[in-house]
């Protein structure tokens, strides 16, 4: 009974630790993205189809392509705004308390907070999971036998379940 109770314990830190690994070290990271090859080519030719558009198109007598600038700032507006939002709207059904208030009231609190959660939940995850894990031929097996991929997926699967309960329970 301990070693199935060992066996489930570290299947589900497995399922745990792999989900936060490809958030944090893949997701997150931007050095992650650039390292990758296919990234890379994809960029370069991103790059080039914007070279090759804007040698197409007539710039106007100031020197500034109007389309390419109104296309991205209006992009990075509207990302930012759509995420701010939606942040703020997280924060007010967690604590109840009006961030819009907070942050035209004072900024600074807004902001520390902000990089505080932000740092709090990089730094644990990085000193606990990523650095010097003393489970990782441990998941080198569970990498290896199909059971156990099972079993991640059904630990994905519970936790998408559970996310969407909790959604519901917030919106009741």
Known sequence: MKTLLNLYWNIMFYCTYTLLFYLFNRLLNPIYWLQNKKVRSRLNEYINNIVSFLNKREVDERGIDSGIIIFSTSY????????????????????KVNVIQLAFNNMLVLSIFFVIICMVMYITNYLFLFKKSKYELFFVKFNTEKKHTLYYGIYLFSLIVQCILVWIMIRC
């Open 76 to 95: 990075i507006c509207a990302h930012t705004l759509c995420f701010l939002s939606f942040l703020f709207w997280l924060i007010y059904k967690t604590t």
